[in-house]
């Protein structure tokens, strides 16, 4: 299906104001809707807004209870607007695609998205078993011992045979995420490692090493989203949303093709929105589960041809400075941060302050005047939500 | 922890449903039965009484050879939970002769040997409640 740009375009129309993500990675002191709260605050500090300025919220499986429904009333929201919409990890990148066309339809002016999480330390995971147990496909899929890591391992095996890639280049995902990770004082894995290290760390599902794996933190963060005249209001600098795109890639009646990932639909959808090509992008965020998922994500996001990714990845092409395609220069979830175990949010952040200038100067992109940001939800090995933003310079 | 079943992995009990009680009742005879749809031939998988690919509501259920091939695997050695005693196990999708790839295990077999675009034949390894999991050994 060929991405076309849709008659009304929400590009340009609504800009991230704010942007925050938790420094804390175990906080076995804070309940959930504390942490949905801390983060609230801290977006909306950031852009210089208060929660009584906030009419939408959104939240996603990791909201407690009712969702919305419970947190608008813990954090005191006056709202006119709610969305709840459920697509793990990249739930709130579609928040942001979403608050964008309500902002551009006049509906909303102030648009808050928080996660928050603590797998580290004991809160439950998101999302209820009841809801997971009754899914249609779940007999067919729960019985047989499939962990996280083996399902996207069974994807990372099929791409291994299909394209020749190697242990050692998905390795290379891990070695650049680790050097910027090395600057980042909130990092969980602060520590620079070698292909070499990841190649000999323990097999957890094979061919996916234990340094394969992203982290396990608690944690979360917040987006605040904000229409043009509420942004000329601000002293922020603000970052506008130039494009995005949402796809449901699933099983398709069971011919699933583990060798590609929802972004093959969501990212022309974005780079159409925002009149841009791969090839204009300065800095990216690609959600990184696994290593697998950031080389499947680039190919498909278009960065390099289908199969290719494993050459892409190598020699440093994903380091900053320097690489032909700095990423997730915050360290991402292989070593920074995966809060609640969706790491979409904190992508959306580092791109918000690449475009602002204010990474670490270390890993700053120089001029990085575009940006992108991927998140993948569910499963490589059985059915996603991509979302994929792009993001301009901050004005 | 589940029971182990003949295949020495857990046995989870399945949950069967309106739409895919004749499917587990199949297992529990030692059948694969799979639905098929009257519009337009697809062989439906996940079992569900309406075709993904035409949205038929009629499906005709058929017996299945039971054989097919590797297209992934992975061989499973640390994991958590109720199948941690099971590792190293291996997680696989098998492409079935009749179209379907599902989710599986490879079992009766040294997991280190097994490979995509192995040919496999289906074993159903019983759970408690009756019904069998669909699980595979090299053909
Ligand atoms: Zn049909």
Redesign the pocket.
């Known amino acids: 299906m060929a991405a076309s740009v849709p008659p009304v375009t929400i590009r340009g129309k609504a800009l991230i104001a704010g942007v925050y993500e938790h420094p804390g990675r175990e906080l076995p002191d804070r309940t959930l809707p504390q942490i949905h709260a801390d983060v609230a605050a801290g977006a909306l500090a950031d852009a210089g807004l208060t929660l009584a300025d906030v009419d939408a919220y959104y939240s996603a499986g990791d909201a407690p209870g009712f969702g919305a429904l419970s947190m608008v009333e813990y954090l005191g929201l006056d709202c006119s607007y709610i969305d709840d919409t459920e697509t793990g990890g990249s739930a709130y990148l579609v928040h942001a695609q979403h608050a964008a066309a309500a902002i551009a339809a006049g509906h909303v002016n102030v648009a808050l998205i928080t996660l928050a999480g603590k797998p580290r330390t004991g809160g439950a995971g998101p999302g209820g078993s009841a809801r997971f147990s009754s899914a249609p496909e779940a007999s067919f899929e729960n019985q047989f011992g499939m962990s996280v890591s083996g399902g996207y391992a069974l994807a990372a095996a099929r791409h291994m045979h299909e394209f020749g890639t190697t242990s050692e280049q998905l390795a290379e995902v891990k070695v650049a995420a680790s050097t910027h990770a090395q600057h980042n004082p909130h990092a969980f894995l602060q520590d620079v490692v070698t292909v070499d290290e990841v190649v000999s760390s323990p097999m957890i599902s094979d061919p996916l090493h234990r340094l394969d794996c992203c982290v396990i933190t608690d944690g979360g963060g917040a987006l605040v989203l904000v229409s043009e005249a509420v942004a000329a209001s601000l002293d922020r600098h603000c970052t506008p949303v130039l494009g995005t795109g949402t796809s449901i890639k699933h099983t398709s009646g069971g011919r699933i093709d583990l060798t590609h990932t929802g972004a093959t639909r969501s990212g022309p959808l974005a780079f159409a929105e925002a009149g841009v090509t791969p090839a204009d992008i300065d800095y990216v965020s690609i959600y990184d589960s696994f290593t697998i998922t950031v080389l499947m994500t680039l190919e498909d996001l278009g960065f390099c041809a289908k199969g290719d990714g494993g050459r892409f990845v190598s020699d440093g092409a994903l380091q900053s400075p320097g690489g032909v395609l700095p990423f997730n220069t915050d360290g991402g979830g292989l070593c920074n941060n995966h809060p609640a175990n969706r790491g979409g949010m904190t992508k959306v952040v580092e791109a918000v302050r690449q475009l602002r200038g204010e990474a670490h100067a270390a890993v700053q992109v120089p001029d990085c005047e575009l940006a992108l940001a991927h998140g993948t939800g569910g499963s490589l090995a059985t059915r996603m939500g991509s979302a994929t933003l792009v993001l301009g310079r901050s004005t | 922890m589940s029971d182990l079943g003949p295949s020495g992995l857990p046995v989870p009990p399945p949950n069967p449903n309106l739409e895919t009680q004749r499917f587990w009742d199949a297992t529990a005879e030692g059948r694969l039965e799979l639905p098929r749809?009257d519009?337009?031939?697809?062989v439906v998988w996940y079992p569900r009484e309406r075709?993904d690919?035409?949205?038929?509501t009629s499906v005709t259920w058929f017996e299945a050879s039971g054989r097919g091939t590797v297209y992934s695997c992975t061989v499973t050695r640390r994991i958590p939970g109720s199948w941690r005693a099971a590792a190293p196990f291996v997680l696989a999708y098998v492409e079935l002769d009749e179209g379907p790839r599902v989710v599986t295990n490879i079992v009766g077999c040294d997991p280190e040997t097994v490979h995509i675009g192995q040919a496999v034949q289906v074993v159903f390894d019983p759970t408690p409640d009756g019904p069998a999991l669909l699980r595979f050994t090299p053909a």
């Open positions: 749809c519009s337009c031939g697809h075709c690919q035409c949205g038929s």
